[in-house]
């Protein structure tokens, strides 16, 4: 049985959120909340997440839009 992750690109699309948003929401996930980095060639890194960290991603989102206050959301310049 394999294991699949999902890029935070990929969930920021799927879910409709701003990706540099969700960044910052997703800062607080730690790896047994289902959140990775996956590196390649070179430096560069992307988060990734399980199911679980999915899962736990929407529960921050919800907590971040009922109270804005507890996060500066990003806004576009």
């Known amino acids: 049985m394999g294991f699949a992750l ?4 990929q969930v920021a699309k799927d879910l409709g959120e701003n990706e540099d948003w969700l ?3 997703a800062n607080e996930i730690e ?4 959140a990775i ?3 390649g060639v070179g430096d560069d890194g992307v988060q990734a997440f399980t ?16 109270n804005p206050e ?6 576009p310049e």
């Open 37 to 39: 980095w996956v590196y």
């Open 51 to 66: 199911d679980f960290g999915i899962e736990r991603l929407i529960e921050l989102i919800q907590i971040y839009k009922q």
């Open 6 to 9: 999902t890029t935070i690109t």
């Open 70 to 75: 507890l996060l500066k959301r990003w806004t």
């Open 31 to 34: 790896i047994e909340d289902g």
């Open 23 to 25: 960044r910052d929401v």
